[in-house]
T-cell receptor, first 114, second 115 residues
Framework: QKEVEQDPGPLSVPEGAIVSLNCTYS??????FMWYRQYSRKGPELLMY????GNKEDGRFTAQVDKSSKYISLFIRDSQPSDSATYLC??????????????FGSGTQLTVLP | GAVVSQHPSWVICKSGTSVKIECRSL??????MFWYRQFPKQSLMLMAT?????????EQGVEKDKFLINHASLTLSTLTVTSAHPEDSSFYIC???????????FGPGTRLTVL
């Protein structure tokens, strides 16, 4: 079993839809949670970063963490064609040094249709 | 926001030659940088952890003599692919950890094609 499982998609939605992207994890030592967006042939771009259970909002994006269920989500409101990309969840432990390594989900490919 | 650059963005080389890829943190110091490899439609695969002033730590299965990593300063790490072969063709991405935010920021990636 992988430490981080992510719905692979692909996911296709109409413009304006609410998108829900999800990851589950098995390692209770993970305390920092991130969502990255990666356009084709580009490096990942950090979208959201959180370390506590609950919701964190930034514009059209909301990151949700439920540590008791080991489940994280990213919601995108009013989705736009420019949101079409691969979304990667990532997480790591608190410690410094090598524990700064991120464990990634496999990525969800999202297409927002105009 | 924190910016990480990579150079070159795309390189084509002949089999048997060596290629150096640079990773720079432009507006912050990074004691730790990571090197990843990514195949089409797959997630990032960690190759090695690069710490400034010390030897890199390689993941299992990654040949340290083939993928030479040097982290000579707090803003620069280099990855040299030695004696490259077509199977080394891939997308190589670096990331740098901001000591201020303790967050990983990624470079734009380097596409390596070995003929």
């Amino acid at each position: 079993q992988k430490e981080v499982e992510q719905d692979p998609g692909p996911l296709s939605v109409p413009e304006g839809a609410i998108v829900s992207l999800n990851c589950t994890y098995s390692n209770s030592a993970f305390q920092y949670f991130m969502w990255y967006r990666q356009y084709s042939r580009k490096g990942p771009e950090l979208l959201m970063y959180t370390y506590s259970s609950g919701n964190k909002e930034d514009g059209r994006f909301t990151a949700q963490v439920d540590k008791s269920s080991k489940y994280i989500s990213l919601f995108i409101r009013d989705s736009q064609p420019s949101d079409s990309a691969t979304y990667l969840c990532a997480m790591r432990q608190i410690s410094s040094g090598s524990a700064r390594q991120l464990t990634f989900g496999s990525g969800t490919q999202l297409t927002v249709l105009p | 926001g924190a910016v990480v650059s990579q150079h070159p963005s795309w390189v084509i080389c002949k089999s048997g030659t060596s290629v150096k890829i640079e990773c720079r943190s432009l507006d912050f110091q990074a004691t730790t940088m990571f090197w990843y490899r990514q195949f089409p439609k797959q997630s990032l695969m960690l190759m090695a952890t690069s710490n400034e002033g010390s030897k890199a730590t390689y993941e299992q299965g990654v040949e340290k003599d083939k993928f030479l990593i040097n982290h000579a300063s707090l803003t620069l790490s280099t990855l040299t692919v030695t004696s490259a072969h077509p199977e080394d063709s891939s997308f190589y991405i670096c990331s740098a950890v901001s000591g201020y935010t303790d967050t990983q920021y990624f470079g734009p990636g380097t596409r390596l094609t070995v003929l």
